[in-house]
């Protein structure tokens, strides 16, 4: 089973930044399609953003030009830069692997770190 782990969470103030990061178990994380998500309480879970293992990347609209997500193949991580933090930014982040296998894709899922945007 590949294992993910958040870290970097915590409390900001509008217009500042954080890092999250995500270290994954797995002997080919250089294949696996890697996306953070968020989710608020009493919303559904929003993909916010997307590397592929070609290096790819997109974005949820409303993340665009002041995220950014970035993977290190040799060290089996993944991160989000946050910059420019809105209230509206506060949630739970979640990093997610897609890794195809020869019976199908499978999803997993990390913890989910928490980040509270509040003056």
């Known amino acids: 089973q590949v294992q993910l782990v958040e870290s970097g969470g915590g409390l900001v103030q509008p217009g500042g930044s954080l890092r999250l990061s995500c270290a994954a178990s797995?002997?080919?994380?250089?294949?696996?399609?890697m996306n953070w998500y968020r989710q608020v309480p009493g919303k559904q879970r929003e993909l916010v953003a997307t590397?592929?293992?070609?290096?790819?990347?997109n974005y949820a609209e409303s993340v665009k030009d002041r995220f950014t997500i970035s993977r290190d193949n040799a060290k089996n991580t993944v991160s989000l830069q946050m910059n420019s933090l809105k209230f509206e930014d506060t949630a739970v982040y979640y990093c997610?692997?897609?890794?195809?296998?020869?019976?199908?894709?499978?999803?997993?899922w990390g913890q989910g770190t928490q980040v509270t945007v509040s003056s």
């Open positions: 997610n692997a897609k890794v195809s296998l020869f019976t199908g894709q499978r999803d997993y």
């Open positions: 590397v592929t293992s070609g290096g790819s990347t």
């Open positions: 797995g002997s080919f994380f250089r294949t696996y399609t």
